[in-house]
């Protein structure tokens, strides 16, 4: 579109007498099939063109009005530095006017201006985003989430034929696409898995529903609408046009970017995210109903992408480029269908032997669930978890209950696919014993590594131990040495020992590649 074929107030709007403040020449203005952006240095002002098309109506100014205030109100939740008001654009004369008081002819939203690298996105691009960032995301989306408001209505939108509405129509739209960026066996399955999924687990939706897990989400979570602000991390850009998009289980949410990771051969960082918002969450049963939500977000890309192809005005280099990436998103969404061996694996040894920093590590080789007792034990007890517990928190009766739902958690999880390393003391006979008796009784694989040290190594790294969810400290040690119960022989054909003093990497090659039928993925 040029310049004269722009709207007039926009034409106006790329002047820099426009603004009441300084601008960085030329204005930049960004097009979407919905809206304007105009970038002017400082500030980004971003409206919305009068557009209709059915899951997005902005077809008329009040309208606009209405969603330029929604999207204010949803965005502050995630990111209110960015956000900062609703302006009206008035007509004077010939003149238009930012904030008049005159005859309002159109709505904008002010936003701060961020630099572009500062996307997760990019940062991906460049190299430079971290598993720390990752596991800070866990943390603020967790928090995100808790902060989302829930009730009658927006619970509803949990229902089967809510949700599987969108999954028939991506469906019903991609059909053509078969011979093309994807094959006919990849759609049936795909199809098949979706519709055997919501007809076999109508209960998991409803304790979905029942447990306020269906809430006011952000409904587009991935890489590209998350930032790093100074050393902040923002959620930007949510669904305000549309109920069904927004009112979705937070698993929903969390799929996008675990999915965008796992899509770019990143399946570690993926893991650290997943990792830390169950955590934080204490919600490891998402994990039942994720598979489904991996599968939705990388359809959708992968029909997007697709839509291109369909475009006239598409150069044939793009749209050859747009046939791999569908085609690439097309086959992990196939690929979530598949059954996979699900397996546990217990750690043992003593507080600060090293168990929770092997756990991670070998999670993030293996793609594995990390499912760590301080953190069960905090959730049950129903206190934040870097709260220090009390004496209540550590009676035997809430160890037992702790390891009973640690176990619960790893069966449900391990059968449907997962390896999953329950992450404990596990210094009694008997805790081991019933873990073993359950994995032989359910058919999975178990493996228990157990990590040691020198006791001056394990005393010095508890006495320097912050900021971890463990309360354990070095005063326990004596009584819990005193308490360790020796490996039987039983046992023992279980065990491997792992010392963790040594690099991770030599004992990874030496000891987890003789693990039966377990290989790397990354």
Not at 39 to 44: C, L, Q, R, S, V
Not at 81 to 102: A, F
Not at 251 to 260: E, I, Q, S, T
Not at 477 to 500: C, G, N, R
């Amino acid at each position: 579109m040029t310049q004269t074929n722009l709207p007039a107030f926009i034409q106006q709007m790329l002047q820099p007498g426009f603004y009441p403040h300084e601008v960085t020449e030329p204005i930049q203005l960004i097009q979407t099939h919905v809206s304007y952006v105009l970038i002017t240095g400082k500030y980004a002002y971003k409206l919305k063109k009068p557009v209709n098309f059915g899951f997005l109506d902005f077809s008329t100014l009040e309208k606009r009005k209405h969603f330029c205030h929604e999207e204010l109100r949803l965005n502050q939740r995630g990111a209110g530095e960015l956000y900062l008001e609703v302006l009206p654009i008035t007509l004077s004369g010939e003149q238009y006017i930012l904030g008049g008081t005159g005859e309002v002819v159109e709505y904008v939203v002010k936003m701060r201006q961020f630099p572009q690298e500062g996307l997760f996105s990019e940062l991906f691009a460049q190299g430079k985003l971290t598993e720390s960032h990752l596991e800070e995301l866990g943390k603020v989306v967790a928090q995100y989430h808790a902060k989302t408001e829930t009730n009658d209505y927006i619970r509803s939108f949990g229902e089967v034929p809510q949700v599987r509405a969108a999954f028939d129509e991506n469906h019903e739209q991609t059909e053509k696409y078969i011979g093309g960026p994807q094959t006919q066996l990849q759609f049936d399955e795909t199809k098949a898995y979706t519709e055997r999924f919501f007809a076999e687990k109508q209960e998991l939706f409803q304790r979905r529903m029942q447990n306020n897990y269906i809430r006011e989400c952000h409904g587009d979570l991935h890489l590209r609408n998350i930032c790093l602000w100074g050393d902040e991390i923002l959620l930007f850009d949510c669904i305000e046009f549309n109920e069904p998009f927004r009112f979705v289980d937070t698993m929903f949410d969390v799929a996008y970017a675990v999915m965008d990771l796992e899509a770019q051969q990143r399946p570690d960082l993926s893991n650290a995210y997943l990792n830390t918002y169950l955590e934080q969450t204490g919600d490891w049963e998402g994990l039942e109903i994720l598979p489904i939500y991996l599968i939705r977000q990388s359809y959708v890309r992968a029909k997007v992408t697709s839509f291109l192809l369909d475009d006239p005005s598409v150069p044939a280099t793009v749209k050859e480029e747009a046939s791999k990436t569908a085609s690439v998103y097309y086959k992990l969404a196939w690929e979530y269908t598949k059954p996979k061996q699900g397996r546990l694996i217990l750690m043992s040894g003593l507080s600060g032997s090293g168990k929770s920093t092997t756990a991670k590590y070998l999670a993030r080789q293996f793609n594995a669930i990390h499912i760590r007792s301080d953190a069960v034990r905090k959730h049950l007890g129903g206190i934040s978890l870097l709260e220090r517990g009390g004496d209540d928190l550590y009676t035997p009766e809430m160890t037992q209950k702790t390891y009973a739902r640690l176990l619960n958690l790893g069966l449900i999880l391990a059968k449907q696919g997962n390896t999953v390393i329950l992450d404990a003391k596990y210094d009694q006979q008997n805790l081991r014993e019933e873990a073993i008796a359950q994995a032989k009784q359910h058919e999975l694989p178990l493996q228990i590594v157990y990590c040691t040290a020198p006791l001056d190594v394990v005393e010095e790294r508890l006495r320097k131990r912050t900021g971890d969810i463990a309360d354990a400290t070095v005063d326990l040690l004596t009584a819990q040495v005193k308490q360790t119960e020796p490996f039987t022989d039983v046992e023992l054909s279980y065990v491997i020992t792992w010392d963790t003093t040594q690099p991770p990497q030599t004992q990874l090659e030496q000891v987890i590649g003789n693990w039966f039928g377990l290989t790397q993925v990354s």
